[in-house]
Protein backbone atom coordinates (compact mmCIF):
# COMPACT_ATOMS: atom_id res chain seq x y z
CA UNK A 1 0.00 0.00 0.00
CA UNK A 2 2.88 2.72 0.59
CA UNK A 3 4.32 1.64 -2.66
CA UNK A 4 1.03 2.52 -4.08
CA UNK A 5 1.04 5.50 -2.36
CA UNK A 6 5.16 6.49 -3.51
CA UNK A 7 3.06 6.30 -7.31
CA UNK A 8 0.16 8.38 -6.48
CA UNK A 9 1.59 11.04 -4.55
CA UNK A 10 4.46 11.22 -7.06
CA UNK A 11 1.98 11.02 -9.97
CA UNK A 12 0.07 14.17 -8.68
CA UNK A 13 3.01 15.93 -7.73
CA UNK A 14 4.44 15.99 -11.34
CA UNK A 15 0.78 16.16 -12.92
CA UNK A 16 -0.10 19.63 -10.71
CA UNK A 17 3.61 20.79 -11.73
CA UNK A 18 2.82 19.66 -16.12
CA UNK A 19 -0.59 21.56 -15.34
CA UNK A 20 0.53 24.97 -14.05
CA UNK A 21 3.72 24.77 -16.93
CA UNK A 22 0.75 23.84 -20.03
CA UNK A 23 -2.09 26.78 -18.29
CA UNK A 24 1.35 29.38 -18.26
CA UNK A 25 2.03 28.59 -21.97
CA UNK A 26 -1.28 28.47 -23.04
CA UNK A 27 -2.06 31.58 -22.01
CA UNK A 28 0.74 33.11 -23.99
CA UNK A 29 -0.28 30.63 -26.97
CA UNK A 30 -3.44 31.79 -27.08
CA UNK A 31 -2.82 35.36 -26.86
CA UNK A 32 -0.20 35.39 -29.57
CA UNK A 33 -3.35 33.69 -32.01
CA UNK A 34 -5.83 36.29 -30.69
CA UNK A 35 -3.64 39.06 -31.47
CA UNK A 36 -2.46 37.22 -34.35
CA UNK A 37 -6.02 36.69 -35.72
CA UNK A 38 -6.95 40.69 -34.51
CA UNK A 39 -4.11 41.68 -36.71
CA UNK A 40 -5.44 39.65 -39.51
CA UNK A 41 -9.26 41.60 -38.53
CA UNK A 42 -7.56 44.93 -38.49
CA UNK A 43 -5.98 44.69 -41.96
CA UNK A 44 -9.28 43.35 -43.39
CA UNK A 45 -11.39 45.78 -42.22
CA UNK A 46 -8.62 48.84 -42.65
CA UNK A 47 -8.55 47.77 -46.42
CA UNK A 48 -12.17 47.54 -46.80
CA UNK A 49 -12.34 50.63 -45.69
CA UNK A 50 -10.06 52.71 -48.04
CA UNK A 51 -11.53 50.84 -50.95
CA UNK A 52 -15.12 51.89 -50.44
CA UNK A 53 -14.24 55.23 -49.38
CA UNK A 54 -12.05 55.45 -52.52
CA UNK A 55 -14.92 54.01 -54.48
CA UNK A 56 -17.79 56.48 -52.94
CA UNK A 57 -15.23 59.19 -53.55
CA UNK A 58 -14.89 58.34 -57.34
CA UNK A 59 -18.50 58.02 -57.61
CA UNK A 60 -19.06 61.76 -56.34
CA UNK A 61 -16.67 62.97 -58.47
CA UNK A 62 -18.60 61.73 -61.41
CA UNK A 63 -21.45 63.32 -60.24
CA UNK A 64 -23.66 60.34 -59.20
CA UNK A 65 -26.22 61.48 -56.77
CA UNK A 66 -25.17 60.75 -53.06
CA UNK A 67 -28.57 58.96 -52.27
CA UNK A 68 -27.83 56.20 -55.13
CA UNK A 69 -23.93 55.84 -53.26
CA UNK A 70 -25.67 56.08 -50.17
CA UNK A 71 -28.29 53.06 -51.33
CA UNK A 72 -25.53 51.27 -52.56
CA UNK A 73 -23.14 51.32 -49.74
CA UNK A 74 -26.06 50.08 -47.76
CA UNK A 75 -27.07 47.59 -49.60
CA UNK A 76 -23.94 45.89 -49.89
CA UNK A 77 -23.23 46.21 -45.69
CA UNK A 78 -26.65 45.17 -44.93
CA UNK A 79 -26.81 42.41 -42.15
CA UNK A 80 -23.11 42.65 -41.79
CA UNK A 81 -23.11 43.05 -38.16
CA UNK A 82 -22.72 39.42 -36.75
CA UNK A 83 -19.37 39.32 -38.88
CA UNK A 84 -16.06 39.55 -37.18
CA UNK A 85 -15.92 42.88 -39.13
CA UNK A 86 -18.13 45.35 -40.87
CA UNK A 87 -18.09 48.77 -41.99
CA UNK A 88 -20.78 51.88 -41.43
CA UNK A 89 -21.42 55.86 -42.77
CA UNK A 90 -21.96 58.58 -40.76
CA UNK A 91 -21.33 62.52 -41.62
CA UNK A 92 -19.11 64.76 -39.59
CA UNK A 93 -22.30 65.73 -37.22
CA UNK A 94 -22.21 62.06 -35.62
CA UNK A 95 -25.20 61.22 -37.92
CA UNK A 96 -25.40 57.38 -39.05
CA UNK A 97 -25.84 57.59 -42.85
CA UNK A 98 -25.47 53.67 -43.20
CA UNK A 99 -25.32 50.82 -41.08
CA UNK A 100 -26.05 47.09 -41.44
CA UNK A 101 -29.17 47.25 -39.04
CA UNK A 102 -31.22 49.75 -41.07
CA UNK A 103 -32.93 50.77 -37.75
CA UNK A 104 -29.93 52.77 -36.82
CA UNK A 105 -29.35 55.28 -39.90
CA UNK A 106 -30.64 58.45 -38.80
CA UNK A 107 -29.37 57.92 -35.49
CA UNK A 108 -26.63 59.48 -33.16
CA UNK A 109 -23.32 57.36 -33.31
CA UNK A 110 -21.30 56.68 -30.19
CA UNK A 111 -18.33 58.17 -29.14
CA UNK A 112 -15.28 56.02 -29.34
CA UNK A 113 -12.14 55.49 -26.90
CA UNK A 114 -10.01 53.37 -29.19
CA UNK A 115 -9.48 55.85 -31.75
CA UNK A 116 -8.49 59.41 -31.43
CA UNK A 117 -8.68 61.57 -34.79
CA UNK A 118 -8.84 59.82 -38.27
CA UNK A 119 -5.35 58.80 -38.64
CA UNK A 120 -5.21 56.51 -35.65
CA UNK A 121 -4.14 52.90 -36.51
CA UNK A 122 -4.78 50.46 -33.80
CA UNK A 123 -2.53 47.15 -33.73
CA UNK A 124 -3.64 43.71 -32.99
CA UNK A 125 -1.71 43.73 -29.38
CA UNK A 126 -3.37 46.98 -28.79
CA UNK A 127 -6.20 46.10 -29.33
CA UNK A 128 -6.63 42.69 -27.46
CA UNK A 129 -4.95 44.88 -24.09
CA UNK A 130 -7.74 46.95 -24.95
CA UNK A 131 -10.90 44.45 -24.96
CA UNK A 132 -9.46 42.77 -22.30
CA UNK A 133 -8.26 46.37 -19.64
CA UNK A 134 -12.12 47.88 -20.29
CA UNK A 135 -15.69 47.19 -20.85
CA UNK A 136 -16.53 47.12 -24.14
CA UNK A 137 -19.99 47.11 -26.22
CA UNK A 138 -20.56 44.77 -28.80
CA UNK A 139 -18.70 46.51 -31.63
CA UNK A 140 -16.38 49.01 -31.39
CA UNK A 141 -14.72 51.52 -34.06
CA UNK A 142 -11.44 50.47 -34.97
CA UNK A 143 -10.90 52.86 -38.30
CA UNK A 144 -11.70 55.44 -39.89
CA UNK A 145 -11.60 56.58 -43.44
CA UNK A 146 -13.24 60.09 -45.12
CA UNK A 147 -14.78 60.01 -48.58
CA UNK A 148 -13.52 62.64 -50.73
CA UNK A 149 -15.52 65.41 -51.77
CA UNK A 150 -18.44 64.77 -48.85
CA UNK A 151 -18.55 65.44 -44.98
CA UNK A 152 -19.30 61.58 -44.57
CA UNK A 153 -16.82 58.89 -42.80
CA UNK A 154 -16.31 55.57 -43.48
CA UNK A 155 -15.79 53.63 -40.00
CA UNK A 156 -14.37 50.51 -40.04
CA UNK A 157 -16.10 48.35 -36.68
CA UNK A 158 -14.55 45.35 -34.89
CA UNK A 159 -17.14 43.11 -33.34
CA UNK A 160 -16.11 42.22 -29.91
CA UNK A 161 -18.93 39.90 -29.10
CA UNK A 162 -17.80 37.75 -31.99
CA UNK A 163 -14.28 37.75 -31.31
CA UNK A 164 -14.63 37.20 -27.61
CA UNK A 165 -16.77 34.28 -28.42
CA UNK A 166 -14.36 33.39 -30.89
CA UNK A 167 -11.21 33.30 -28.22
CA UNK A 168 -13.36 31.90 -25.61
CA UNK A 169 -13.92 28.88 -27.81
CA UNK A 170 -10.44 28.50 -28.93
CA UNK A 171 -9.17 28.62 -25.10
CA UNK A 172 -11.63 25.97 -24.13
CA UNK A 173 -10.51 24.01 -26.87
CA UNK A 174 -6.97 24.37 -26.03
CA UNK A 175 -7.54 23.42 -22.43
CA UNK A 176 -9.14 20.23 -23.27
CA UNK A 177 -6.67 19.11 -25.57
CA UNK A 178 -4.16 19.77 -22.50
CA UNK A 179 -6.10 18.25 -19.98
CA UNK A 180 -6.09 15.12 -22.74
CA UNK A 181 -2.53 15.43 -22.87
CA UNK A 182 -2.28 15.77 -19.19
CA UNK A 183 -4.09 12.49 -18.77
CA UNK A 184 -1.84 11.06 -21.17
CA UNK A 185 0.95 11.93 -19.00
CA UNK A 186 0.12 11.12 -15.65
CA UNK A 187 -0.68 7.81 -16.93
CA UNK A 188 2.84 7.69 -18.52
CA UNK A 189 4.34 9.25 -15.69
CA UNK A 190 2.72 6.74 -13.56
CA UNK A 191 3.76 3.35 -15.09
CA UNK A 192 7.08 5.28 -15.57
CA UNK A 193 7.41 5.24 -11.83
CA UNK A 194 6.19 2.34 -11.38
CA UNK A 195 8.75 0.85 -13.80
CA UNK A 196 11.87 2.72 -12.33
CA UNK A 197 10.59 1.37 -8.87
CA UNK A 198 10.25 -1.97 -9.38
CA UNK A 199 13.75 -2.42 -11.42
CA UNK A 200 15.88 -0.59 -8.13
CA UNK A 201 13.37 -2.83 -6.10
CA UNK A 202 14.60 -6.16 -7.90
CA UNK A 203 18.26 -4.24 -7.58
CA UNK A 204 17.99 -3.75 -4.21
CA UNK A 205 16.43 -6.87 -3.28
CA UNK A 206 19.81 -8.98 -5.34
CA UNK A 207 22.27 -6.96 -3.37
CA UNK A 208 20.48 -7.57 -0.30
CA UNK A 209 20.17 -11.41 -0.78
CA UNK A 210 24.30 -11.10 -2.19
CA UNK A 211 24.56 -9.44 1.88
CA UNK A 212 22.68 -12.15 2.91
CA UNK A 213 24.24 -14.54 1.73
CA UNK A 214 28.07 -13.26 2.16
CA UNK A 215 26.64 -12.61 5.54
CA UNK A 216 25.89 -16.66 6.36
CA UNK A 217 29.16 -17.55 4.56
CA UNK A 218 31.42 -15.03 7.01
CA UNK A 219 29.15 -16.93 10.05
CA UNK A 220 30.00 -20.48 8.52
CA UNK A 221 33.45 -19.19 8.12
CA UNK A 222 33.74 -18.27 12.13
CA UNK A 223 32.04 -21.23 13.42
CA UNK A 224 34.38 -23.39 11.58
CA UNK A 225 37.00 -21.58 12.64
CA UNK A 226 35.91 -21.57 15.99
CA UNK A 227 35.29 -25.63 15.75
CA UNK A 228 38.51 -26.00 14.30
CA UNK A 229 40.60 -23.54 17.22
CA UNK A 230 38.77 -25.72 19.57
CA UNK A 231 39.12 -29.49 18.13
CA UNK A 232 43.25 -28.19 17.63
CA UNK A 233 43.54 -26.89 21.35
CA UNK A 234 42.12 -30.63 22.24
CA UNK A 235 44.50 -32.88 19.52
CA UNK A 236 47.17 -30.41 21.34
CA UNK A 237 46.25 -31.38 25.06
CA UNK A 238 45.74 -34.91 24.32
CA UNK A 239 49.31 -34.80 22.13
CA UNK A 240 50.81 -33.67 25.19
CA UNK A 241 49.27 -35.83 27.60
CA UNK A 242 49.67 -39.29 25.61
CA UNK A 243 53.15 -37.99 23.20
CA UNK A 244 54.79 -41.81 23.89
CA UNK A 245 51.55 -43.03 23.24
CA UNK A 246 51.48 -44.47 19.21
CA UNK A 247 47.82 -45.27 18.79
CA UNK A 248 46.85 -41.73 20.00
CA UNK A 249 49.11 -40.26 17.44
CA UNK A 250 47.18 -42.41 14.87
CA UNK A 251 43.82 -40.90 16.11
CA UNK A 252 44.98 -37.53 16.04
CA UNK A 253 46.46 -37.71 12.44
CA UNK A 254 42.50 -38.80 12.03
CA UNK A 255 40.90 -35.69 12.78
CA UNK A 256 43.22 -33.15 11.89
CA UNK A 257 45.94 -34.96 9.34
CA UNK A 258 49.24 -35.69 9.09
CA UNK A 259 51.32 -33.93 10.87
CA UNK A 260 54.52 -32.39 8.40
CA UNK A 261 57.56 -34.78 10.24
CA UNK A 262 60.16 -31.22 9.85
CA UNK A 263 57.86 -29.15 12.15
CA UNK A 264 59.85 -27.58 14.46
CA UNK A 265 58.65 -27.38 18.28
CA UNK A 266 60.80 -24.07 18.92
CA UNK A 267 61.22 -20.55 17.20
CA UNK A 268 64.43 -19.44 17.79
CA UNK A 269 64.58 -15.62 18.17
CA UNK A 270 65.36 -11.92 19.41
CA UNK A 271 65.24 -9.79 22.48
CA UNK A 272 67.62 -6.91 22.74
CA UNK A 273 70.18 -8.84 21.86
CA UNK A 274 69.36 -11.80 23.82
CA UNK A 275 68.28 -15.48 22.44
CA UNK A 276 64.82 -16.18 22.85
CA UNK A 277 63.82 -19.90 22.07
CA UNK A 278 59.77 -19.62 21.91
CA UNK A 279 57.47 -22.96 21.55
CA UNK A 280 55.14 -22.71 18.25
CA UNK A 281 52.50 -23.50 20.70
CA UNK A 282 52.36 -19.35 22.31
CA UNK A 283 53.23 -18.00 18.78
CA UNK A 284 50.07 -15.77 17.98
CA UNK A 285 52.08 -14.14 13.88
CA UNK A 286 54.98 -13.44 12.44
CA UNK A 287 55.00 -10.29 9.99
CA UNK A 288 57.25 -8.54 7.92
CA UNK A 289 58.29 -4.91 8.38
CA UNK A 290 60.72 -2.79 6.63
CA UNK A 291 62.75 -6.10 6.06
CA UNK A 292 62.51 -7.40 9.70
CA UNK A 293 60.54 -10.62 10.71
CA UNK A 294 59.10 -9.72 13.49
CA UNK A 295 57.09 -12.42 15.95
CA UNK A 296 54.74 -11.96 18.04
CA UNK A 297 53.70 -14.23 20.70
CA UNK A 298 49.74 -15.15 22.02
CA UNK A 299 50.70 -12.82 24.87
CA UNK A 300 51.49 -9.90 22.91
CA UNK A 301 55.29 -9.38 23.12
CA UNK A 302 57.39 -8.86 20.63
CA UNK A 303 60.73 -10.49 19.35
CA UNK A 304 62.35 -10.40 16.03
CA UNK A 305 63.79 -13.42 14.04
CA UNK A 306 67.30 -13.62 11.13
CA UNK A 307 64.86 -15.80 9.58
CA UNK A 308 62.70 -14.76 6.82
CA UNK A 309 58.82 -15.87 6.10
CA UNK A 310 59.49 -18.38 4.13
CA UNK A 311 62.12 -20.20 5.97
CA UNK A 312 59.94 -20.07 9.12
CA UNK A 313 56.33 -21.46 7.25
CA UNK A 314 58.47 -24.27 5.77
CA UNK A 315 59.07 -25.18 9.47
CA UNK A 316 55.91 -24.99 11.07
CA UNK A 317 52.79 -27.37 11.11
CA UNK A 318 50.77 -25.77 8.10
CA UNK A 319 47.48 -27.29 10.09
CA UNK A 320 48.40 -24.67 12.84
CA UNK A 321 49.93 -22.14 10.83
CA UNK A 322 48.28 -20.16 7.40
CA UNK A 323 50.02 -18.32 5.23
CA UNK A 324 48.11 -15.26 4.53
CA UNK A 325 50.05 -13.20 2.39
CA UNK A 326 54.07 -12.64 1.40
CA UNK A 327 53.97 -10.44 4.43
CA UNK A 328 52.15 -11.83 7.45
CA UNK A 329 51.72 -15.69 8.81
CA UNK A 330 48.98 -16.20 11.53
CA UNK A 331 48.55 -18.88 14.03
CA UNK A 332 45.15 -20.43 13.83
CA UNK A 333 44.72 -19.76 17.77
CA UNK A 334 45.13 -16.14 17.25
CA UNK A 335 42.31 -15.48 14.72
CA UNK A 336 39.49 -13.75 16.94
CA UNK A 337 36.63 -13.24 13.99
CA UNK A 338 36.77 -13.14 10.51
CA UNK A 339 34.60 -9.91 8.21
CA UNK A 340 33.82 -9.39 4.86
CA UNK A 341 35.42 -6.68 3.47
CA UNK A 342 34.80 -5.73 -0.01
CA UNK A 343 35.89 -8.70 -2.06
CA UNK A 344 38.37 -9.40 0.80
CA UNK A 345 38.36 -11.18 4.36
CA UNK A 346 39.54 -9.20 7.20
CA UNK A 347 41.47 -10.97 10.32
CA UNK A 348 41.25 -9.71 13.47
CA UNK A 349 43.62 -10.69 15.35
CA UNK A 350 44.53 -11.79 19.28
CA UNK A 351 46.37 -9.83 20.28
CA UNK A 352 45.61 -6.94 17.95
CA UNK A 353 48.10 -6.29 14.83
CA UNK A 354 49.65 -3.25 14.01
CA UNK A 355 49.02 -4.45 10.42
CA UNK A 356 45.88 -4.51 9.15
CA UNK A 357 45.37 -8.53 7.61
CA UNK A 358 43.37 -9.02 4.62
CA UNK A 359 43.38 -12.65 2.65
CA UNK A 360 42.46 -11.78 -1.06
CA UNK A 361 40.07 -13.56 -3.24
CA UNK A 362 42.40 -15.68 -4.61
CA UNK A 363 43.45 -16.91 -1.65
CA UNK A 364 40.25 -16.99 0.14
CA UNK A 365 39.20 -20.36 -1.53
CA UNK A 366 42.85 -21.82 0.08
CA UNK A 367 41.67 -20.29 3.43
CA UNK A 368 38.51 -22.09 3.31
CA UNK A 369 39.99 -25.35 2.44
CA UNK A 370 42.89 -24.42 5.52
CA UNK A 371 39.49 -24.53 7.90
CA UNK A 372 37.99 -28.22 5.78
CA UNK A 373 35.10 -25.44 4.30
Request: aromatic letters at 10%.
Amino acid sequence: MTKYKFYTYTTIGLSILFVMITMFVSFHFLRISTIANLDIEIEAVTRLTSQIASMAGNSLEKNNSKQDIISSIQEAIENTTEQNSFISVYNWSGKIVAYPNITKVGTKAKSNALITNLKTTLTGEELYTILLSRESSDEEIIYQQPIPSSDWIIAGHINTKSVTKRRDTFRNQIYISFLIITLLVALFVFGVIRMINDYFEKQISIKTQKYEDSFLNIEKLNSSLENYQKNLLEIQMTSTNKSNDTEEIVQEEDVIGTVKETAKKRLLTYVRNELLSIPTEELAYMYVENTITYVVRKDGKRATSNESLDQIFSNLDNKSFFRVNRQIIVAISAIDVVTKYGNKLRLELKPESEIDVFIGKNKAAAFKQWLDL
